[in-house]
């Protein structure tokens, strides 16, 4: 049983050496508000400045990222790498930047100072408010489901938000320790989207990585709540396991990016069966799909678009649910299950899911949950599953529903 994905990155010789303890959570312990923060498997990534802003215009998202990249070598900049994050909805701005420069360590997990508890939450009062009410939300499932048994189509993923404001600043570099320290196998992010903005979360899956011509991707979907009793724990994961909605529901994200990913490349091996994969909240069915690229030419980030949204973020077929998406949640995603990552010049990379976040502002935190609807869904259940995703952040905050 695997706790966490085995990921393939880009590495530099930093990455080769034993790593000094202290050298990540130096990086995790250096972020201010207004940095770009990125924890993976492979790395720690800590990048300060301005930098250089990927443009939004009519050209592919890829191009502009890969020009980008090439006007910083041409000025002499060695090794440049773009951060950010890319919203869910392909036509709207990224927020992406190639940094001056940018601090790099061993990842979070490799650090032993990283078992060292986070502080607990300042004492306060959240004000919180749900969009939509549970009640709602529960609805707009069943509306969902009705319309599968139709046959309009066959899987969406619809969300809900949670709206929470602070007496006080929120304390960014707090609750990036806090997400950091309970899941630091995980992929901990906290990145400015505007001025103010900051998107900031630990995600537990990745989208697509790129290192040199080997690429994996780690879709999961298919989910069920942590227990704190041990034995209930484990039965609730073998059960998720033999879960026939959650297979399928499984089984449909793997063969879409199996799809999106083999025009790419000259051979992928999918697993014929899930694994599973945990988190401080979440058990998750999980498979690693690994591939050899065809050519050097398609970077981390093109294989990333390629595959955005998958079923997992989504729904299937993917205009009918961005459509079902638009007509049920009240609210624009923005960020969330967009993706967030870095890539190279050399075209390598990671891409991750932007889910378990909150868009920070101020005094307020919007939070987002999103649950996947198939046929077999009963709205209880999908309304309890947001709730569980939510305990990431809420617990980050010492806030509770």
Not at 71 to 85: F, I, K, L, R
Not at 146 to 168: I, N, Y
Request: proline share 9%.
């Amino acid at each position: 049983m695997s706790t966490a994905p085995q990921v393939a990155t880009h590495t530099d010789p930093a990455d080769q050496a034993h790593p000094a303890v202290g050298a990540a959570t130096s990086l995790l312990d250096a972020y201010t508000p207004g940095d770009r923060f990125l924890a993976t498997p492979g790395r720690t990534l800590l990048a300060r400045g301005p930098g250089r802003d990927v443009p939004y215009d009519g050209r592919p998202l890829s191009a502009r990222v890969d020009a980008t990249l090439a006007a910083a070598v041409a000025a002499g900049q060695e090794s440049p790498v773009v951060m950010g994050a890319v919203p869910f909805d392909h036509a709207a701005p990224a927020a992406l930047s190639v940094p001056d420069s940018v601090r790099t360590a061993p990842p979070l997990a490799s650090d032993p100072l990283i078992a060292l508890p986070a502080s607990a939450p300042a004492a306060g009062e959240w004000r919180i408010r749900q969009v939509p009410e549970p009640e709602v939300y529960g609805k707009g499932v069943a509306s969902a489901v009705e319309r599968m048994w139709r046959g309009e189509f066959s899987k969406v993923v619809l969300a809900r938000t949670l709206e929470l404001t602070s007496g006080s600043p929120l304390d960014l570099p707090a609750m990036l320790q806090r997400l950091a320290r309970r899941d630091p196998a995980g992929y901990t992010f906290a990145l400015p989207t505007g001025p103010g903005r900051t998107l900031i979360g630990a995600s537990p899956e990745l989208l697509v990585s790129r290192r040199g011509s080997r690429v994996v991707a780690n879709p999961l979907a298919g989910s069920t709540p942590r227990s704190a009793d041990l034995a209930e724990d484990v039965r609730r994961a073998a059960t998720l396991l033999e879960s026939v909605k959650d297979l399928h529901e499984h089984a449909v994200v793997v063969d879409a990016v199996h799809q999106a990913l083999a025009p790419y490349c000259t051979e992928l091996t999918v697993p014929p069966r899930p694994t599973l994969i945990r988190t401080a909240t979440m058990w998750h069915l999980s498979t690693t799909v690994t591939g050899t690229l065809a050519s050097p030419d398609a970077s981390a980030l093109e294989l990333a678009c390629a595959l955005h949204p998958t079923p997992a973020v989504c729904g299937t077929p993917t205009p009918t649910a961005r459509q079902v998406i638009a007509e049920t949640e009240p609210f624009d995603r923005g960020f969330f299950t967009g993706m967030v990552g870095w890539g190279g010049a050399d075209g390598d990379g990671e891409w991750v899911v932007t889910i378990r976040c909150a868009d920070a502002e101020e005094r307020t935190l919007r939070l987002y949950a999103g649950a996947g609807v198939v046929a077999a869904s009963e709205p209880e259940a999908e309304t309890a599953e947001t709730a569980a995703k939510f305990r990431t952040f809420l617990t980050a905050v010492g806030a509770e529903l």
